[in-house]
Nanobody
């Protein structure tokens, strides 16, 4: 059974930084594509960043490109999201996503990030 537990959210001022972590209970973690999504109040969940399996190719939403960095430590079964130059519009619940194949996805319960102006 796949379990994803996010941590690292909190309240930060605009311009600040946070690092989110997602600990995954996945036996074959290195074979999963891992991602981060977010959902702001009153909005739909949206893609933030994705990192492929062992090779580590990364993809970002235009809104976070150059400010956020996704990374993974396959030895620790953990994926990270380093968020710099945070803006009030980055305020959202951030969700970790794991996918072994197209059409199969697992989600964490989310961690709240609040950016004050």
């Amino acid at each position: 059974q796949v379990q994803l537990v996010e941590s690292g959210g909190g309240l930060v001022q605009a311009g600040g930084s946070l690092r989110l972590s997602c600990a995954a209970s996945i036996r074959t973690f290195s074979s999963y594509t891992m991602g981060w999504f977010r959902q702001a109040p009153g909005k739909e969940r949206e893609f933030v960043a994705r990192i492929r399996q062992s090779g580590g190719s990364t993809y970002y939403a235009d809104s976070v490109k150059g400010r956020f960095t996704i990374s993974r430590d396959n030895a620790k079964n953990t994926v990270y999201l380093q968020m710099n130059s945070l803006k009030p519009e980055d305020t959202a619940v951030y969700y970790c996503n794991a996918s072994p194949n197209v059409g199969i996805e697992y989600w964490g319960k989310g961690t709240l990030v609040t950016v004050s102006s």
